[in-house]
C-alpha cells in the first residue's frame, strides 16, 4: 500500500531539548516536504526536497533543519524547540502535483 | 510568503444541498490544488487544475481555474454527511513550493 509514514504521531516536549520527527514514504518519489498547520493558517511549508542531498526552505524554516541521505526518508530537526513550534506538522511526498501527506505529528512544546 | 484567502471560513449546511467556496491570491499561480482534510488525518488531493479557465469535475465535486489565474472555486453538489471536512486550496507557480489557503470547514447537518 501507497503510504507515507510519519513517528511519533503525539509528541510533548520541553523547550530546548532537541527532537527528531521521521517520514517515509515507499512510492520512490523523488520530492518531499514538511509543514505545519495551525489554527486560522491552513498548511506552510517548512522545507522540501527535491532529491537525495537535495533540500531548500519552505515558507516557515526558522528554527528546523531537515536531512535527505535516502530517498524514502525526509526527517524534520527541531534542534532547540520552543512554545511556538508547538503544531500539528505534515510530512508529504510527491510526484508532479498529488502530494500524499502523512497522518500528521501533533507536537507541544512546554 | 504568498496569501491565499479561503472563504467561506466556515458552513453549516443540510444534507442535499450545494456548497460553494473560493479562493483568491495576492500573486498568480500555474496549478490550482484543492484537499479535503478528515479529523485525524493528512489532507486528500480531490482536484487538480492546470490551465486558467479550467473547469474539472470529480463526482459531485466540480472545481475552476480562474481566468486571473488569481482564484480558484470549488463547488460541491447535493451533499451528503461524508463530505465533512476541512476543504483546503492550494497554488503552485513554479519549482515545489506549494502554498495553502487557511481552511474552509464544512458540517453537512443531516
Known amino acids: 500500500e501507497a503510504q507515507v509514514t510519519q513517528n511519533p504521531r503525539y509528541l510533548i516536549t520541553v523547550t530546548g531539548k532537541k527532537l527528531t520527527v521521521t517520514c517515509s514514504q515507499n512510492m520512490n518519489h523523488e520530492y518531499m516536504s514538511w509543514y505545519r498547520q495551525d489554527p486560522g493558517l491552513g498548511l506552510r511549508q517548512i522545507y522540501y526536497s527535491m532529491n537525495v542531498e537535495v533540500t531548500d526552505k519552505g515558507d516557515v524554516p526558522e528554527g528546523y533543519k531537515v536531512s535527505r541521505k535516502e530517498k524514502r526518508n525526509f526527517p524534520l530537526i527541531l534542534e532547540s524547540p520552543s512554545p511556538n513550534q508547538t503544531s500539528l506538522y505534515f510530512c508529504?511526498?510527491?510526484?508532479?502535483?498529488?502530494?500524499?501527506f502523512g497522518p500528521g505529528t501533533r507536537l507541544t512544546v512546554l | 510568503g504568498q496569501q491565499l484567502n479561503q472563504s467561506p471560513q466556515s458552513m453549516f449546511i443540510q444534507e442535499g444541498e450545494d456548497v460553494s467556496m473560493n479562493c483568491t491570491s495576492s500573486s498568480i499561480f500555474n496549478t490550482w490544488l484543492w484537499y479535503k482534510q478528515e479529523p485525524g488525518e493528512g489532507p486528500v488531493l480531490l482536484i487538480a487544475?492546470?490551465?486558467?479557465?479550467e473547469l474539472t469535475s470529480n463526482g459531485r465535486l466540480t472545481a475552476q481555474f480562474g481566468i486571473t489565474r488569481k482564484d480558484s472555486f470549488l463547488n460541491i453538489s447535493a451533499s451528503i454527511p461524508s463530505d465533512v471536512g476541512i476543504y483546503f486550496c492550494?497554488?503552485?507557480?513554479?519549482?515545489?513550493?506549494?502554498?495553502f489557503g487557511t481552511g474552509t470547514s464544512l458540517t453537512v447537518i443531516p
Open positions: 487544475l492546470y490551465k486558467a479557465g
Open positions: 492550494a497554488g503552485r507557480y513554479t519549482g515545489n513550493q506549494f502554498y
Open positions: 508529504a511526498s510527491h510526484r508532479y502535483n498529488e502530494q500524499f
